[in-house]
Each structure stands twice: as structure tokens, then as C-alpha cells.
């Protein structure tokens, strides 16, 4: 700990640490260009400054035409750009769905390898308070069935800077999803360039009783009752799986081995979610270290209401992973 | 409408190949049909005859450095990009030598060695691929074209008019290619389709122009002066092809369609035989001997005999293989 009286720590909000990946990537590889709605100014603000910089025609406006710059993408990938297209919204991936599902995450496949499509596609997403359906929404679940799309959901700053930094280099379509709550969190983020391999999970906090696994904005919540618990003497340990495709299920298997129990906290809707997959691999390959039935929670399977109690109805809270996990120990 | 063109605009040689290249297309998908019929073939294919004279006049004026996507109704503008038969043939009977390794078929044909960034299965898919290929060539300061080939029926998908829109302010080197055989699947594209598709070109601010998509040397030179307007940084151009097509949406349409074109209009078109017609005027300009025309036309349908063996003998791909090819391999950097 001594070398790091040398420098002070930086804490740095997560939408700059994403800001960060992007700058560094820009300035890594001309062929990175953004694209996307307002990208210079930046509403959401991952690439605010950055025309400044790196100028209009690599940080570039585009008309409100999802399906049509989504697909731009694939054929600008193909014949040698590094597009990196901010979505805004999560939402708007549905606008935009045949390009990224029918072509984005299908070209190298059906051409039997002959192409590398590198293209990043990052969004704000998930609830931010009163957003309403239409811009709460968190499309995980349904990407990660699509096969041929790689899935980054980051927790911290610090996640935020290293996979923003892998899914550019990276030579496969990436979704990566910002949940918009996790915006304004601050945390630790060196100011080098450094990458986290897609792929590879981490243990967030230790703990021997209960496995929860949680995902983007889940992460910060599990810990908070995982805190709690430790009072009550019940010693819980968070896995953040980091990205959902591919998925780290080792990590998350070692992890049941040691503790025997499983909660995976997903902020997106029940059916199929993330946590669905979770559950089901676990029970599949890990029957046998399950000392009791994994549990789910997730949202409700409606759309995500307006008026705050409802919201609050709708989505996860701290009290539903607490009873969860729990019902682990029951 | 561009209704006559200027065969002395070409060279003897350019509209030889050219002749050829339509006689290709039209012994492959006669081949195709029968093959259908015939239950040889897994899946279904939609076939280009009558309509060759579009993809080879546009074609012709391309670089094999320039891009295309293509359509469902692809394989003309495959063989006039520069595909090989026996590779497109082998991919339609599902085997490894295809281009794809079988794992694409007839609507996912792609060869990017060939500047073929696919053909579609969706329609109207490949028109915002292409325009990306087209601003990643500008932005790169390459002067690659694209060609966006889509029917009647993708000028009504939304991502037909934003492309535009944005091919037009960011002046893009694509040319959209619409190719207007008069049908949307089984319905009469009239029907469905509100005024002009050449007009959708105004308000978008580039220039439109319809050709008779049945004259191989008018559509040669519409394309030819669009590619030029777009390798100058002038931006796009849509042109609407007039043409027809003689088979239906899909082979097997039959056992289910019903008839639903009259006799008179498809005997009118095929007395508009695009093939013919241009091989006459070859005749009549002593550029080519009718011996000559039919030792091209034999020479031809032996190439496509010689693709049917070369496809028929060619392995199916290992079963394992549809587990391969889904992502790029990662590779670490510094």
C-alpha cells in the first residue's frame, strides 16, 4: 500500500471513466469513430468533449434513424472502420433490431468466418427514476438470446474504463450498457489505459454463507445488504459476472462450490432474464453444491410504470434480495 | 425514362462480357429451377431471370475494388460482381466449398474479396450496410463505391428513406439501385406503393433517374455516371430499374400462390428478353457472329454443368462447423 501514497487516488464519476476508454481508444486507432444523436454534445454525457478533441467527423451527429446508423455500422466494420455508436437510450435498440440482430450479430456467422465485424454499441439503459416504459428499459435478456452479440453490463468507474477499452478492441459486435443510475457513481479509476478482458468475472466481496451474483446496477445494491447481513453474521459474497456474453460461469460455480447458496439479482424482468440463465446453468452443472433452491430476483414482468410506488412495485429492491437470500438460509 | 442507349459508348470486349455475363446468370437460375423441381437443392431460392440486365449493366461500371449488398434475389448480382458458379452453387447445395462453408445459402451469399458485402434475407437489409460501407470508403478517403441493390418492395421499408437522408447530407459515394420488377412478393407493387420510386430522390436533394432496366447498355451508363458523380465526392444517386421478373417470388410458389400475373403481361415481358435483345444488337453491329453467340451460350451452360458436379462432389461441411464462426477470436493487446 506504500506506492500508493505516491499518487493520490483518483475517483472519478463512471460515465467519465467511460468518457476515459473512449478518449483512449480514439487516440489508440483512427479507424475508432462515434456515431450516434447529439454525440457532441452529449446529452447523457460518455462522449461530451470529445469533438473538441478528435473532431466532427470522428465524433459524429447522426440523424434519428436507429435501424439506419446500427446498420451503417456493419458494412463501415467490413470494409475497415472501428464504429462505436451511442445508442442514448436502451430502449432504441428495439428501433434498430434487425440491423443488430439480423445483421450485425449474424454477417460473420452466415459468411462461415470470412469477416470481423468491430463495432461497439453502448447505451445509457435501465430505470432512472419515473423514465416511464419506454426509457427504462434494460434489453439484456433478449440481446443475449440473440447469439453473435457480446454483452458488457459494468458495475464501477473502474469496470466502466477497462471493459469500454476491451469491447473497442475487441473484433466482434459489443452491446455495452451503462445503467443510467450508475452515471453519477464515483470510484477509484487509474488515469493509464488498461483493459479487462471480456469474459472474466469478479468476486466484488467475499463472503462463505451465500453466492449472490448480480449484474450492472444490481452490483451496488447487493453489496449494501450484504453489509448489512454481516451485522446479523450471515456473510454474503457478490459475483459480478461483468459481462453477460461471454459469461463467466466459473467464476460464478466456484463461487456456489464454496458457499452452497444462490441469488442472482438481475435488474431487468423475470422471464428469460439473465438471472434465468444464471439459475438454470447452476442447477444443470452445480446441482450437487445446492444446499438449498437458488432464488431470482428480478422485475416484474410488466413495463416499467411512471408514478414512483408503482415504479417501486415494479422493479427490485433491497428488501426482495434480502429475502431472497434469506430464504437461501431458511 | 431512358429509353435507348449508346451501344458505341462500349467497347467490343465490355459488351461481349457483358452478353455473357447475363447468359451466366440466366443458365444458372434455369439451372436452379430445375434443380428445385427436382428436390436437390435444401431451402428455397428466388430467381433473377429477366432481370439480368440490371445487375450486369451496374456491375460493368463498378471497380472489383468497389462494394454491393445485395438482395433474397441475389445471385445476378453475385456472378455479375464476379462470382464463381461452382463456389455460389456448392453454397446452394450446403457444402464446404461454397462461400460461406453452407453456412449462408442462397440469401446470405457474401464474398468480401469480391467487394460482395452480402446478399439479404431481410428485405431492404442491406441498404443501410451498404451506405456504411460507402461512409466508411469516404471517411477513409478511399474512392470505393457502393452499390445498394433492392427491390420495388424495400422502397417502402423505413431504412430505405433514412439511408437516403443521410447518404445525401453526409454525401456519400452510394448509388441505390432499385430494381422495379413490379411485384412485392404477390401483390402488384402499384397497389402498395405510392407515386414514383425514382421521385423519392427529389426531396431527398440527389438525383434520380429511371432506366429501362430491360437495356444492359442504358443501365450500363446510368450507373457508369452515378459512380462518377460518387468517386467525385458528389454523393448519391437513385435509380430505378424497370424490369420484370420471369419466375415467381420464389420457386414452389405454385403449390401455394396461385396465378396471380396475367398470361399477356409475362408473355409481353419476355418478348422484351433482355439477353436477346442485346445480343441482336451485337449481331446487327457485326460485333458478334450468331456462331459466336452460341458457342458463348454452350460454353456457358457447360460452366454451370460443370458447378452441379463440382457442387455435388464437394463435402458437407463437418456438423461440428455450426458451432465455429459466431466470433472473431480475441486477441490480447498491450
Not at chain 1, 449484474?215 to 459481462?243: H, Q
Not at chain 2, 433474397?72 to 460461406?100: N, P, Q, S, T, W
Request: hydrophobic share 40%; aromatic share 6%; proline share 5%.
Amino acid at each position: 500500500m506504500a506506492a500508493k501514497t505516491v499518487t493520490e487516488e483518483r475517483n472519478v464519476y463512471f460515465i467519465e471513466a467511460m468518457r476515459e476508454g473512449l478518449r483512449a481508444m480514439l487516440g489508440e486507432d483512427e479507424n475508432v469513430v462515434i456515431i450516434g444523436e447529439d454525440v457532441g454534445r452529449s446529452v447523457i454525457g460518455a462522449t461530451r468533449g470529445l469533438v473538441d478533441d478528435f473532431g466532427p467527423m470522428r465524433v459524429r451527429n447522426t440523424p434519428i434513424s436507429e435501424a439506419t446508423f446500427v446498420g451503417m455500422c456493419v458494412g463501415a466494420a467490413a470494409v475497415g472502420l472501428r464504429p462505436v455508436v451511442d445508442l442514448m437510450v436502451g430502449s432504441f435498440f428495439y428501433v434498430a433490431m434487425d440491423q443488430l440482430a439480423d445483421q450485425a450479430a449474424k454477417l460473420r456467422y452466415m459468411s462461415g468466418g470470412q469477416v470481423n465485424l468491430p463495432i461497439v454499441y453502448f447505451t445509457a439503459t435501465g430505470p432512472s427514476g419515473s423514465a416511464a416504459a419506454q426509457h427504462s428499459e434494460n434489453p439484456h435478456p433478449m440481446l443475449m438470446n440473440v447469439a453473435g452479440l457480446k454483452i458488457v453490463m459494468p458495475s464501477t468507474p473502474y469496470d466502466a474504463k477497462g471493459l469500454m477499452v476491451s469491447a473497442i478492441r475487441d473484433d466482434n459486435p459489443v452491446v455495452y450498457l451503462q445503467d443510467f443510475v450508475l452515471g453519477g457513481v464515483r470510484g477509484p479509476v487509474p488515469e493509464e489505459t488498461y483493459s479487462i478482458p471480456l469474459g472474466v468475472g469478479d468476486i466484488k466481496r467475499a463472503g462463505k454463507d451465500v453466492t449472490v451474483v448480480a449484474i450492472g446496477a444490481a452490483v451496488p445494491k447487493a453489496l449494501r445488504v450484504a453489509n448489512k447481513l454481516e451485522a446479523e453474521g450471515i456473510s454474503v459474497e457478490v459475483v459480478d459476472p461483468r459481462t453477460l456474453v461471454p459469461l463467466d460461469m466459473d467464476l460464478i460455480l466456484e463461487s456456489v462450490a464454496r458457499t452452497g447458496r444462490l441469488v442472482v439479482v438481475d435488474n431487468a424482468r423475470l422471464t428469460c432474464s439473465a438471472a434465468s440463465e444464471i439459475v438454470a446453468s447452476v442447477s444443470e452443472k452445480g446441482f450437487d453444491l445446492l444446499k438449498a433452491a437458488p432464488q431470482r430476483v428480478a422485475w416484474e414482468n410488466v413495463p416499467v410504470p411512471f408514478s414512483p410506488p408503482l415504479e417501486e412495485r415494479a422493479l427490485i429492491s433491497d428488501s426482495d434480495i434480502d429475502s431472497a437470500i434469506r430464504l437461501t438460509l431458511a | 425514362m431512358t429509353t435507348t442507349s449508346a451501344l458505341k459508348d462500349l467497347s467490343q470486349d465490355d459488351a461481349i462480357m457483358m452478353l455473357r455475363n447475363m447468359i451466366r446468370i440466366r443458365r444458372f437460375e434455369e439451372k436452379l429451377s430445375v434443380l428445385f423441381k427436382r428436390g436437390k437443392l435444401p431451402g428455397f431460392v428466388h430467381l433473377y431471370t429477366g432481370e439480368e440486365a440490371i445487375a450486369v449493366g451496374a456491375c460493368s461500371a463498378l471497380r472489383t475494388d468497389d462494394r454491393i449488398t445485395s438482395t433474397h434475389r441475389g445471385h445476378g448480382h453475385l456472378i455479375a460482381k464476379g462470382a464463381r458458379v461452382d463456389r455460389m452453387m456448392a453454397e446452394l447445395f450446403g457444402r464446404v466449398d461454397g462461400y460461406c462453408r453452407g453456412k449462408g445459402g442462397s440469401m446470405h451469399i457474401v464474398s468480401f474479396e469480391l467487394g460482395i458485402i452480402g446478399t439479404n434475407g431481410i428485405v431492404g437489409g442491406g441498404i443501410p450496410i451498404g451506405t456504411g460501407s460507402a461512409w466508411a470508403d469516404r471517411h477513409l478517403g478511399r474512392d470505393n463505391v457502393t452499390i445498394v441493390f433492392f427491390g420495388d418492395g424495400a422502397s417502402n421499408q423505413g431504412v430505405f428513406f433514412e439511408s437516403m437522408n443521410i447518404a445525401s447530407v453526409w454525401g456519400l459515394p452510394v448509388i441505390f439501385v432499385c430494381e422495379n420488377n413490379g411485384y412485392t412478393e404477390w401483390t402488384p407493387t402499384s397497389e402498395l406503393t405510392a407515386g414514383n420510386i425514382v421521385d423519392r430522390a427529389a426531396p431527398m436533394g440527389i438525383p434520380g433517374e429511371a432506366v429501362d432496366g430491360n437495356d444492359v447498355v442504358a443501365m450500363r451508363f446510368a450507373v457508369e455516371r452515378a459512380v462518377e458523380r460518387a468517386r467525385k465526392g458528389e454523393g448519391p444517386t437513385l435509380i430505378e430499374a424497370k424490369s420484370y421478373r420471369w419466375n415467381g417470388h420464389n420457386e414452389g410458389e405454385e403449390a401455394f400462390a396461385g396465378a396471380y400475373r396475367p398470361d399477356e403481361e409475362q408473355a409481353a415481358w419476355r418478348e422484351r428478353d433482355p439477353i436477346l435483345t442485346f445480343g441482336e444488337r451485337l449481331v446487327e453491329n457485326e460485333w458478334l457472329s450468331r456462331d459466336e453467340w452460341a458457342a458463348i451460350d454452350s460454353d456457358e451452360q457447360a460452366q454451370i454443368e460443370a458447378a452441379v458436379e463440382f457442387a455435388e462432389n464437394s463435402p458437407f461441411p463437418d456438423a461440428e462447423e455450426a458451432l465455429d464462426h459466431l466470433f472473431a477470436p480475441s486477441k490480447e493487446r498491450a
